[in-house]
């Protein structure tokens, strides 16, 4: 018996370890056979087809076959199968079952088949097979398997925002090729912003000559733009390889480089420069002005002239309707046509720009926030605030693409969205019904482009993409994150082959602390999260490089500890930079009550971020600032017993661009019971919320050590909503407060 189970153990453990299929995504259905397809010195390729151009599609293999098997290969010409071919594609009518982009791949010792219903199909195969070929080998060796493969998801796609970065045409062709390797048949070209307006358009070349270009603060230019043929080429390129290029023209709002190029599209006429702040901007297109429709129209005239795609995306998203409420003719076409308020304006806006792209049997997609004051009818809405815009935009019976934030917007931090996360994100809202889930048509993965200019943008892409590539495409039932990693590994060299600087699949790096009052001692832990990094450190408030101190042990210190650190791949300078401060104080690790709950989007460390002894760095993303959106912040903090201090502080940051403002005042109260609270103190804002720059500033309070007391009261005004003169005027600003130290 004893026997038997090590006999099946070493078996499974064999499929284990040895499975040499490592495609991404993953195939639909993979039955692993004995034995090799060896490419010898004669290669015969069938292509059975009636099309022809199917032949550029094969010869990719062809070429890389071709290195090796010196006597040459014959190519058939398109007739039926015969016995000597030892590599076929074949198109089969019959096999309606595979859809447009299924395949069936069978290798055998003898011979390779590939059977589809349509040229995207072998296509894919082809994808597959060259997933199959050994990187480096003397001889082509091609495991014996057999796959049948069908796509979960019709829209599988990558949006790159080249409007705050330009990133040039090869670069955006590379991305092609990449896209289409793992499977992934849409790539969303974010054209317009407020910081670059990047495509040509005859009948408007201001929109080029002006709004292609902003000035930075340093007075440098920068900019770009592509012209009709460069968009021609790209959308060319792409079709070869299954992708069709959708590309967005931002309206209303995010259109500040266009009125910087034409003022008269705004509704106030005034002149703008192209913006170089990240953010929200109150100035948007004029939705009283008829001409602002006639620009718009021609624009998408030029747009859909050079864009075969079925689909147009106009954004949407993200417009402060601050102009629209003080504008006359804003206000007047709300009266003309019976409106109630500036959202169905923005509907109506949509609305007109949809029967617009109808009449041209064109179809409109929208960021989420078209779903307020009603949907267009023809709209597919792109759900990116969570998944709540796909829920209602299914239910009323519209298509709809998904990219959450939660797990789609890979301009995050890899801290944020980790490959796992990514991994385990479902495209299907649990809610809806079988029948509405069929209005999901897929997803994408976001990258905008704020902190990622062109060289950056590998390093977030991927290795995350593998993983909605498989979510989007194989959709597995049961998700198995570490045999995906596994296959992952694979993929590296392949990546390195291809030029992909790629990033980490996770936060490298964990950084724990401990605190011990009462040798008022801190110690830090980092802890490496992956293999084949190093982790170097400085405490002199240099940044971490190869020269600092290597970590090897816990980092001890007095009181506080500045660090500096960076994480390294073995053989690489490119890493992730960290900045922490500790500091040890009385109310390290005790547990604030909070009045109004923090926002999801950033909740530092969670419930005791705001006593957990790490202080915020400039950059209210790096996971310790604690954000309130709209609401003031209202924290007690119950020290456990009397307990006497003589200063209280709580850091805060601004970055007005971000909307994030210092709370015009902090007062801090003390009290013996928890129930009568007195006030000692208040502290105003030190910085005009005019001021763009982002700072950080303790708001501290000093009182006398006389008295003892068990708890604390901090109230921190936030300012509600952009003041007017804001860009996001109208809109919820939100409070970032890192510690409240006691001491
Ligand atoms: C978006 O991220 N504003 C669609
Ligand atoms: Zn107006």
Redo the contacts with the bound molecule.
Sequence with gaps: MKKIYLIILIISMNCQVFSQINIIPKPTSIVEKKGYFIVGKKITINVIADDKSIIDIVNPLLNKFSEKCKDGFFKSNFNSLSKSDNIVFQLDNNLLNLGDEGYKLSITTKKIHVLAYKKAGLFYALQSLRQLIPLETKEIKIPCVEIIDIPKFQWRGLLLDCGRHFMDKAFVKRYIDLLSYYKMNRLHWHLTEDQGWRIEIKKYPKLTEIGAWRTEADGSRYGGFYTQDDIREVVAYAATKFVTVVPEIEMPGHSVAAIASYPSLSCTGKELNVETQWGVFKDIYCAGNDSTFVFIKNVLTEVMALFPSKYIHIGG??APKFRWERCDKCQQRIKANGLKGEHELQSWFIGQIDDFLAQHGRKLIG?DEILEGGLSKGATVQS?RGMEGAVAAARSGHDAIVSP?SHAYFDYDIANINMEKVYNFNPLPQELSIEESIHILGGEC?L?SEHASQEKVDERVFPRILAMSEVLWTYPQKRDYESFRARVQQHYPVLNAMGVTYGFERDPLMIKTKADYQKREISAILEKTQQGTDIYFSTNGKKADRTSTLYTNPIIAKDSLKLNITILAKGSETGIYYEREFKLHKATGKIPQLKNPYSKSYPAQGENSLTDGIMGTNAFRDGNWQGFEGDDMVVVIDMGAATSFSHISCGFLQSTPSWIFFPPQAEYFVSKNGIDFVSVGVVKSPESPKNVELSVNRYKIDLPERNQYQYIKIVAKNMGICPDWHPGAGGKAWIFADEITVE
Excluded: G, V
């Design positions: 998203d993200e960021w990116w934030t976001n905008w």
